[in-house]
């Protein structure tokens, strides 16, 4: 993948990983406790969709631009209410030309007693992300490769918190990492909620990601894909998913009911389609809407 987070940001996969992080978080604040977000590979927190780099592209186009203008079914409004609500903040002229990356969303989010723990290894981006929270005591900003994260900053002092896992898949081996990753992190945090990203595209190796994660000794797992076109054909992504660990009780009924309704939004042909099943725990089975 061309991967600078400028050339995605607000697309597809961009909608269902920071739809479910903003439920993650509206659940963590039904209990008044503190709770700490550490996101692995953070990017520069803001997005221009109006810079060359995004309007290249336009994938936001086929992404946030077309959800924030369609009418949504009332369950599926609600459900997507944070995510959308923050979204529209950021551009009150009601024309879209800012997007809110997963810090950036987390932080709007937030109570006065929650906090981020943002991780970015470029040097250039993480000079960014430093300049947009400088003095905001409520978020640590640190230069470090995000998989070191999952050992060095776990657990957290609240001992409350959402890990985001959202690497680039740049290399080879990404999905073998996210497993090895989780494990690690797992053991240090075991009462933590764990948001793992992942591409599917033509050639993915999903099945065995996801047999290996099943062989992990982690006991509640939620998977949750969102395809937009077929992968037969296509080049670069067809669409993402989410490894949620520790899952909010609601939020496979709120996928359920969300889902399809994006994917209605969101298709680019007849072969979208969307599934969410546990992969350990509650009831195991492979479920497609």
Same mark, same amino acid.
Not at 105 to 117: E, G, I, K, S, Y
Not at 180 to 185: D, Y
């Given at each position: 993948m061309n991967y600078r987070h400028i050339y995605h940001a607000g697309n597809f996969a961009d909608v269902l990983k920071h739809a479910v992080l903003a439920l993650l978080i509206r659940y963590m604040q039904k209990k008044d406790k503190a709770f700490r977000v550490l996101d692995t590979h953070a990017g520069i927190g803001l997005y221009d969709l109006s810079s060359e780099e995004a309007q290249k592209t336009g994938e936001w186009r086929d992404g946030i631009g077309r959800l924030l203008d369609a009418e949504l079914e009332p369950q599926a409004a609600e459900i997507l209410k944070p995510y959308l609500d923050a979204v529209r903040e950021l551009n009150p002229k #009601?024309? @879209? !030309?800012? %997007?809110?990356?997963?810090?950036?969303?987390?932080?709007?989010?937030?109570?006065?007693?929650?906090?981020?723990?943002?991780?970015?290894?470029?040097?250039?981006?993480?000079?960014?992300?430093?300049r947009l929270f400088e003095g905001d005591f409520r978020v640590r900003v640190t230069e470090l490769d995000g998989w070191l994260s999952?050992?060095?900053?776990?657990?957290?002092?609240?001992?409350?918190?959402?890990?985001?896992?959202?690497?680039?898949?740049?290399?080879?081996?990404?999905?073998?990492?996210?497993?090895? #990753?989780? @494990? !690690?992190? %797992?053991?240090?945090?075991p009462g933590g909620t764990y948001c793992l990203w992942y591409p599917l595209k033509k050639g993915a190796p999903i099945k065995e990601f996801h047999e290996a994660l099943k062989e992990a000794d982690i006991p509640k797992m939620l998977c949750t894909e969102l395809s937009v076109k077929s992968d037969r054909d296509a080049t670069g992504l067809s669409g993402s998913g989410l490894i949620i660990v520790n899952p909010p009780f609601t939020l496979k009924d709120e996928l359920h009911r969300a889902l399809p309704v994006l994917k209605d939004i969101l298709a680019q042909d007849r072969y979208a389609s969307t599934r969410t099943f546990w992969l350990r725990g509650e009831e195991v089975s492979d479920e497609d809407d």
């Open positions: #009601g024309e @879209i !030309t800012r %997007y809110p990356g997963s810090p950036k969303l987390a932080r709007m989010l937030f109570r006065p007693q929650d906090r981020l723990a943002a991780m970015e290894l470029h040097p250039e981006d993480y000079l960014r992300l430093s999952l050992g060095a900053h776990l657990p957290p002092k609240e001992k409350r918190g959402i890990v985001l896992v959202d690497p680039p898949f740049e290399i080879e081996g990404e999905y073998e990492r996210l497993v090895k #990753g989780l @494990i !690690t992190a %797992y053991r240090r945090f």
